[in-house]
């Protein structure tokens, strides 16, 4: 039984007051839970004022982006010692949005991932197909591509996987829990040709349009371990509820 892992996306959402906000009514909502690891990745700019109040208790700070070098002119770029620094454990790498909006290729994906790591921080790797994608009937070409090439080299004891169909990104349009475990469980068979014995520790996250009421459907898969939460994670009320998803057996 993998551990359950819970993260919340908050994208370019909330000023530093609106983070603080949010992080002050959430913790003791959640101070109970030992079952399941809980991320929080704010922006940039939040990581600090966050990092301070999460030291100690059971809620993990990621950032939402890396750049692929450690130092030097990268003007606007924020390196991976610079987020250790500031209370990182984990990144996100790979987001569609990412991959959409700014270019990033498997090969840049698969830098940040490496040089993240090499720098002691937990990678939660992002995946998924467009509709387009999905309606030609490449859905698992494009996972296994995705997932091979972003992995290269990268070290299996710091990485989570995150399963997003782009499809169904803020648009309301959850995978049903039928597709979601079809495609965790393509992944998770892909995962074994790159880390053979090691694949059936990874943690695989859904996300894409999930809500305190479609969670526990989705949870319920046997290859569902964990959400990636974007719109709802940025109520506390609503992010607690996932959190506190129905446990099964
Ligand atoms: P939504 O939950 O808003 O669909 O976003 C999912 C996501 O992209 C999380 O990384």
Not at 164 to 182: F, L, R, Y
């Amino acid at each position: 039984m993998r551990r359950p892992f819970i993260a919340a996306n908050w994208k370019m959402n909330k000023t530093v007051p609106e983070a603080m906000d949010f992080i002050y009514s959430f913790l003791p909502s959640v101070e109970e839970v030992t079952d399941a690891d809980i991320v929080i990745a704010p922006p940039f700019t939040a990581l600090f004022g966050i990092a301070e109040r999460l030291a100690g208790t059971n809620v993990r700070l990621s950032a939402q982006n890396v750049f692929y070098e450690e130092k030097g002119a990268f003007t606007g770029e924020v390196s991976p010692l610079m987020l250790v620094d500031v209370g990182c454990e984990y990144v996100l790498v790979g987001h569609s949005e990412r991959r959409q909006y700014f270019g990033e290729t498997d090969d840049i994906v698969n830098r940040k991932i490496r040089i993240a790591q090499k720098n002691g921080l937990n990678v939660i790797f992002c995946v998924g197909e467009t509709l387009k994608e999905r309606e030609s009937g490449r859905t698992y070409n494009v996972l296994r591509t995705q997932t091979v090439n972003g992995l290269k080299d990268a070290d299996v004891k710091k990485l989570v996987v995150a399963y997003e169909p782009v499809w169904a990104i803020g648009t309301g349009k959850t995978a049903t829990p039928e597709q979601a475990q079809d495609a965790h469980k393509y992944i998770r068979n892909t995962l074994r040709e790159v880390y053979p014995g090691d694949a059936d520790s990874i943690r695989i996250l859904y996300g894409g349009s999930v809500t305190p009421e479609n969670v526990d459907s989705l949870m319920a898969c046997a290859d569902v371990d964990g959400a990636l939460v974007g719109g709802a994670s940025l109520k506390p009320d609503s992010f607690e509820k996932i959190v506190n998803f129905t446990r099964g057996n």
